[in-house]
């Protein structure tokens, strides 16, 4: 031991990112803990799924992102448990790593709620191989369709995406155009009609993207409908199987494709903290994000319940990950140099809300009471994704794919990966994730 503090990040996420950067002039030693190698852009990945861009062009190595920090070290393995008494980390492969700070940033999974055949039979979008799995999927359907045209009859062409917030918007509105714009044409003089292919979208509550404007709601409701997505708001699923959805109420969807995008909770580590925790089993932290009990620990992004002062929490975006991360970086720092004890509250600054529905249509609402909808919003939806995305090559790369999807309606990764109808797995995939995605 160099005598410098010893800062253990779990997770490569916004938050995990965020804070490792935030301590790079500091007199500290870092090492991050993801049971990937790589951090995902998350708010991509819907169009990952769809075929728009490809996995490498959302995701960027850890080791290649802190190459030039020379405080940072990197390890690949799962948290499993926390040892508070001996301060050490057990992972799912290698030897127990110790801490002075710990800092666990290790996200959200998908919440099924219990609802019967949902952890059988829906694709849930967390993880890259989430993506990669839906769009072997759906085009899959394409494919089983032009062999057995029958299949159509029995939903086999029918997509229900389920929930209707930021992502299932996306999803609902990205199959659409997948469907109409390029599949149409990929299918022409095949076996399948693909016009017959149809796209739901199911919303517990009245309206599409709950915490935005009602213009914004309207904007995404009308554009939806009128590129050919059935709109069902107020509805929620009862049960899932292979093939149909039970609503409540009793109507049932045919359909072989159910996306879900309804619900999140914090990931199973949340509850090895020993810690007490909020809805969704997120961490309840101090003011300063600090874990209750462990002064030493912090826990930030999605997985902490961080109350926004008005009786609610703070929402699962990125900017909260992010400015928890620089936070709890600038606390750290501040200790390390020898400012004894800091706790200063942490302050979020919400920088706005935005939600893209497809081609020049997406809504943006900005701090100040600013709005906007269609063309102006998907053009700041489209920089600002760029301009957040890590890595100049995928930001070069994200770049060109939209232009040329902009201009020839072509999307080049419309691929199934695997060998055979049930094999859907992404090469690699490892059992950590299986947990993570399934719990
Ligand atoms: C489909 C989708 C679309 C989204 N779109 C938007 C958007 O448009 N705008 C927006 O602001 N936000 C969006 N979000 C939310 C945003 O991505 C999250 O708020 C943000 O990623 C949270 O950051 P985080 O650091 O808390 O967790 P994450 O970024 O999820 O990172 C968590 C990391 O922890 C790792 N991990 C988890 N468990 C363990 C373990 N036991 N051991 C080791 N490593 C572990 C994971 O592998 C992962 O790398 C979207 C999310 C999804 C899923």
């Known amino acids: 031991m160099n005598g410098r503090t010893r800062v253990v990040v779990v997770g490569a996420g916004f938050g995990g990112l965020a804070t490792a950067k935030g301590l790079e002039d500091a007199p500290v030693d870092v090492t991050i803990v993801d049971r990937h190698n790589f951090h995902t852009f998350q708010p991509l990945l819907y169009q990952v799924a769809t075929s728009g861009l490809n996995p490498a062009d959302v995701a960027y190595p850890v080791r290649g992102i802190f190459q030039r920090q020379a405080n940072v070290r990197f390890r690949r393995a799962g948290v499993t448990a926390v040892d508070w008494d001996a301060g050490t980390l057990a992972l799912s492969q290698g030897e127990d790593i110790p801490f002075d700070r710990l800092v666990v940033s290790a996200g959200a999974t998908v919440n099924d709620f219990g609802i019967p055949g949902v952890a059988e039979h829906g694709f849930p979008l967390y993880v890259l191989p989430d993506a990669v799995r839906l769009r072997n999927h759906i085009l899959g359907r394409f494919e089983a369709a032009d062999a057995d045209p029958s299949v159509v009859d029995d939903g086999g062409l029918t997509f229900v995406v389920v929930g209707g917030g930021p992502t299932g918007v996306e999803v609902a509105g990205a199959l659409a155009e997948l469907i109409e714009k390029v599949l149409d044409r990929d299918f022409r003089g095949s076996r ?9 979208l199911v919303e517990m509550v009245d309206s599409l993207l709950p915490p935005f ?13 009128r590129r050919g997505v059935e709109v069902r708001t107020g509805t929620s699923v009862a049960e899932v199987t292979g093939t149909r959805v039970r609503l409540e ?12 995008a309804a619900g999140v909770k914090a990931v199973p580590l949340a509850a090895a903290l020993d810690a007490p925790t909020g809805p969704g089993g997120r961490v309840s932290v101090e003011p300063d994000l ?19 002062g008005e009786g609610g929490l703070l929402p699962g975006v990125a900017q909260v990950a992010m400015q928890g991360g620089h936070h709890v970086a600038d606390l750290i720092t501040r200790e390390a140099v020898g400012e004894g004890d800091v706790h200063e509250p942490f302050r979020y600054r919400d920088k706005g809300s935005m939600a893209t529905i ?3 249509a997406a809504v943006a609402e900005l701090p100040g009471g600013l709005r906007l909808s269609g063309t102006p919003a998907w053009i700041s939806w489209l920089g600002l994704h760029l301009l957040y995305l890590m ?15 902009y201009l020839t309606w072509d ?3 419309r691929l199934i990966l695997g060998s055979g109808e049930g094999d859907t797995s992404l090469p690699g995939e490892d059992e950590d994730d299986e947990a993570q995605t399934s719990a």
């Open 192 to 200: 399948v009609d693909v016009r017959r292919a149809h796209v739901v």
């Open 213 to 225: 404007h009602p213009s914004s709601q309207h904007h995404a409701r009308t554009t939806l409908m």
């Open 249 to 260: 109420g009793g109507d049932e969807i045919p359909c072989h494709t159910l996306v879900w």
């Open 290 to 308: 600090r874990l209750p009990g462990h002064p030493e620990a912090f826990v930030i992004g999605d997985m902490a319940a961080i109350d926004d």
């Open 358 to 360: 497809g081609r020049r």
């Open 391 to 405: 890595g100049f090559r995928n930001r070069v790369s994200v770049f060109v794919n939209w232009a040329w999807n």
């Open 411 to 413: 999307r080049g990764a």
